[in-house]
């Protein structure tokens, strides 16, 4: 009893009598003949050539003013504003060249600046707190000033002499440094001259000196101005 195996046989594949490929490779009639992509890139009616770059915040009005690298601000009421705001500056006592002065921002300009920062803008309170601006600058000023008085005290004297004392206690000679100063004339044309005496810095028992006095001066102006306030 012997046992025989089959196998199915292959489906006709038809052959064309060139011998070629069944399945057709042309193209298709989406592409086209100059071989370009079939999706089209042209830019729509309602668009133009693209427009530059820039950016999306408005910058009006904002011009940076070269003498105080700050924005020059507007005199106009703000958008949100309810009151009405004085427009008026006042004059400060800091130099701003030989001929003029600072002006400090009307309460519109510095209720403008609040906007600007997005900082809280209360409108009643606006003129006061430009007052306290005003004040805490002029008290800058003065400190300025005193820095600048110890840099820059006087005109320089017309005259020096250097005078050397020979101490009788111990035969130490110490050098003092004498300064000739015009001070402003009387009334009546008379002139008016100022010195300045103190020991040269030539040692340390001279710079404890200078030391002592300076400190001795301060006091006296502290007590001088206690006793004024009583």
């Not at 370009?36 to 011009?63: D, F, V, W, Y």
């Not at 690298?69 to 060249?97: F, G, H, K, V």
């Not at 008085?149 to 250097?162: L, S, V, W």
Request: glycine share 4%; proline share 10%; hydrophobic share 25%.
């Amino acid at each position: 009893m012997g046992q025989t195996t089959s196998t199915a046989s292959s489906p006709a594949v038809p052959i064309t009598s060139s011998g070629k490929c069944p399945v057709p490779h042309t193209t298709t009639q989406a592409s086209t003949s100059s071989g370009k992509c079939p999706i089209e890139h042209a830019p729509s009616g309602s668009q133009s050539s693209p427009t530059p770059a820039q950016c999306p915040i408005g910058h009006e009005g904002t011009e940076v003013n070269p003498r105080n690298q700050m924005p020059t601000l507007s005199q106009s009421p703000a958008s949100n504003q309810s009151a009405q705001l004085p427009t008026d500056r006042t004059e400060s006592s800091i130099p701003r060249d030989e001929a003029s002065r600072w002006e400090y921002p009307s309460p519109q300009q510095f209720h403008n600046a609040l906007v600007r920062k997005g900082w809280e803008t209360p409108e009643e309170h606006v003129e006061t707190m430009v007052q306290i601006h005003n004040f805490l600058n002029e008290q800058a000023w003065l400190e300025i000033l005193k820095w600048e008085k110890k840099e820059n005290p006087t005109e320089p004297p017309f005259d020096r002499h250097d005078w050397v004392v020979k101490r009788k206690t111990t035969g130490e000679e110490v050098r003092y440094v004498i300064d000739y100063y015009s001070a402003p004339p009387e009334q009546d044309g008379s002139p008016v001259f100022s010195l300045d005496v103190r020991p040269a810095l030539d040692s340390f028992g001279s710079v404890k000196q200078r030391i002592a006095a300076a400190t001795e001066d301060a006091w006296a102006s502290v007590k001088a101005d206690q006793t004024g306030r009583v």
